[in-house]
Each structure stands twice: as C-alpha cells, then as structure tokens.
C-alpha cells in the first residue's frame, strides 16, 4: 500500500518558493531525501518514494528553475552550491538533522557537496549514474541540447523529443514509457500544451557559469567514511568505467550496481535498481 505524499513549499533564503513533496513522515529511521537530474524534477522520484514510504520517510525536492518551484532571476545561481543551500534550508525547517541521499546525476553531485560541507548530517548516498569526473562525450552532448529544445504542441510530440534526447540511453522503453518520462519532464501551463518543466536558462548556466569550484575528487573523498552505492547504467556516456575504477580506488568499498539497457540515467525503477536501493536503506540506520 503506497503512502500519500503531502505537498508544501518552502522559502529558500533568497526569498524563492521552492516545492516538495513529503512520503510517509510518521516512520521511523533516517529519512531519505532525493534530489533530481539537472533538466528533471521530483516527479522522476515519484514510483521509488511510495516503494520506499511504508518504511522510511522520503522527502523529494524541486531544484529551483524546475517543476513547481520558482525560477530564479539570477541564472548564475543554478549551480549545485545554491542547490545544496536550498536543501539544507529545507531540512532545517523540517528539523530533520541528518539524511539517506538518493541523488540522480546533479543530484549525486549534490550529495557529495553536502557530505564535504557537513559529513555528520550524511548517512549514507545513492549515487545515479554520475561520479566526480563526467565523461567529456556526455558533457559536450547535454551543453548541446539543455534549454534549447524546440517547444513541442502536443503531448505525443513530448514523447517523440523524450524519445529523441533519451532513446538511444534507454533502449527497450516502449512508446508508452516514453510518454510516461514525457509526463515527468513536461507540463501543461496554458492552453493544454505541455512544455518542458525547467527554466531555460540553465542551459545558459551550464555552458557559461564556468569552472566548478574546488576539485571535484577531493569533494568525492569526503564519502571515505559513508556508504555510498554507485548505480551504473553500463551505456552511459556520463559516468564511464574508467571512471568507476577511479571511483573504486579512491573507495575501496564502493558498491557499483551495473543496470543493463540502460545509459544516462537508470530509471530507478529497475529490478536490480530496487534491489540495490532495498539493501542499501535497510543497512543504514
């Protein structure tokens, strides 16, 4: 039986209204939040939430500039730092002090930011499909395509783009899963349109912002000490296996859960994926 999220918003601490949704809160455990890809929003958690909401609480977040939260006038600060702010923000006023992270792509970016910042408030994180090091393959492609796609006029039109942007990653999704990612990842403003839930200008961000601040092996050395599981879709051009085995000598006890059929980035809906995730919640306290 799936548990009824509450739906709320808070206030960032430069004055946005920033959504989330909240699973299963009466549960005991270290909660589990669940932080989105950088063109996705929470919705992509939505399945796993109430998989994982009859044992744990599970909070799932809209970075700023996606889904139902506010985009921000400034596009410099669509940059993980201001993301993770936001989620410290929130996990403040829910008093909650210390956390499961289950981050997708960015959002595993942002687990690792966190565990620098505050080790202590980490138990434990579920890395999707993305490392300290990105591919330089994958990092040309996404530069290409965010905030630039054409808008689309009918639902079977977001579809075919999800389709284009993401079918060769997921080969064995039918036409009606690509229309379910399509209901994830676009959304009726007006008119009965749907158009992609996210601010176009962070595709400005993430082609001009610049550098990333600090280097990013000694932000991933700050998991030494935390369990960390790594989901791997074995087609990425995201997170390659030379990478991974950098991963793994850098932590020796880095689980790595390869996902077949599967590029950037597993779905989290997939058996081993629920397995792997199973295991990991039940072993952190």
Known sequence: MS???????????DGLNIYYRDFGAQNEGTPVICLPGLTRNSRDFDDLAHHLSNRRRVITIDFRGRGYSDYDPNWENYHPLTYVADVWTLLDSLKI????????????????????????????VVMNDIG????????????????????????????????????????????DDFLRLARRGYREIEN???????????????????????DPWLIYAALRDVPVTLLWGVLSDILTADIIDK??????????????????????????????????????A
């Not at 548990?3 to 601490?13: M, V």
């Not at 054409?150 to 942007?165: C, F, H, M, Y």
Request: aromatic share 4%; glycine share 8%.
């Open 3 to 13: 548990t009824i999220a509450n739906t709320h918003y808070f206030q960032s601490s």
């Open 97 to 124: 002090n210390r956390v499961i992270v289950i981050g997708t792509s960015l959002g595993g970016l942002c687990a690792m930011v966190m565990a620098a910042q505050h080790l202590e408030r980490v138990a434990g």
């Open 192 to 214: 009965e349109i749907p158009r992609l839930d996210m601010d176009a200008n962070i595709g400005r961000a993430v082609r001009e912002v610049g550098p990333q601040k600090g």
């Open 132 to 175: 300290p090091e990105i591919g330089p393959a994958g990092l040309t492609r996404i530069q290409e395509y965010t905030g630039r796609l054409a808008p689309v006029t009918s639902w079977a039109e977001a579809a075919k783009q999800a389709r284009d942007i993401y079918g060769h990653w997921l080969p064995d999704l039918s036409d």
């Open 247 to 284: 991963m793994t000598a850098a932590k020796s006890d880095l689980v790595v859960v390869p996902v077949a059929n599967r590029g950037h980035v597993p779905l989290l809906d997939e058996p081993e994926v629920l397995s792997a995730i199973d295991t990991f919640i039940e072993k952190v």
